[in-house]
């Protein structure tokens, strides 16, 4: 799947992160490429 910035998004990332109370259920991810992803952290 292709995303905004045109990379191959590889990585599934946590909209609310772990670390503020998220869970791993469908609606709290999305597919994210793996720079952008490590970028946001738990932003």
């Known amino acids: ?3 905004g910035c ?3 998004a590889d ?3 946590h ?3 772990w670390t503020k109370g ?3 259920a469908v609606e709290n991810l ?3 490429c793996r720079p952008h ?5 738990d932003r």
Not at 37 to 41: A, I, L, Q
């Open 30 to 32: 999305q597919a994210m």
């Open 37 to 41: 992803n490590s970028g946001k952290r």
């Open 11 to 13: 990585t599934a990332d």
């Open 22 to 24: 998220g869970s791993s």
């Open 15 to 17: 909209i609310t992160p």
């Open 1 to 3: 799947m292709v995303r």
């Open 6 to 8: 045109g990379a191959y």
